[in-house]
Nanobody
């Protein structure tokens, strides 16, 4: 199983970006997909996640500005980021709990990370 993230880049404060993360491989089911971020010198933190049951949760710092969505047919999760701030600058990682055809329970996977830089 692989998670391929894309969509990062450089944007001015107040701008928008849309991140995508596609899961591929021998996937039986995806229980959870989410986004984390890690700024320089800081620990990785949860940004948002969505479960197969439709539950969605956001970090307080992004509520009202970011929207997570999921296309189950494409095994893809998106993160629409609006009203970006310089403090949103970080490497964004996608994370998913995936049950493969060979596993009996979900396993956690990480994407490679995509850099988001917000200039002031």
């Amino acid at each position: 199983v692989q998670l391929q993230a894309s969509g990062g880049g450089l944007v001015q404060a107040g701008g928008s970006l849309r991140l995508s993360c596609a899961a591929s491989g021998s996937i039986f089911s995806i229980h959870y997909m989410g986004w984390y971020r890690q700024a320089p010198g800081k620990q990785r933190e949860l940004v948002a996640f969505t479960t197969s049951g439709g539950y969605i949760n956001y970090a307080d710092s992004v509520k009202g500005r970011f929207t997570i969505s999921r296309d189950n047919a494409k095994n893809t999760v998106y993160l629409q980021m609006n009203s970006l701030k310089p403090e949103d600058t970080a490497v964004y990682f996608c994370n998913a709990a995936i049950q493969t055809h060979r596993s009996t329970s979900p396993i956690g996977y990480w994407g490679q990370g995509t850099l988001v830089t917000v200039s002031s």
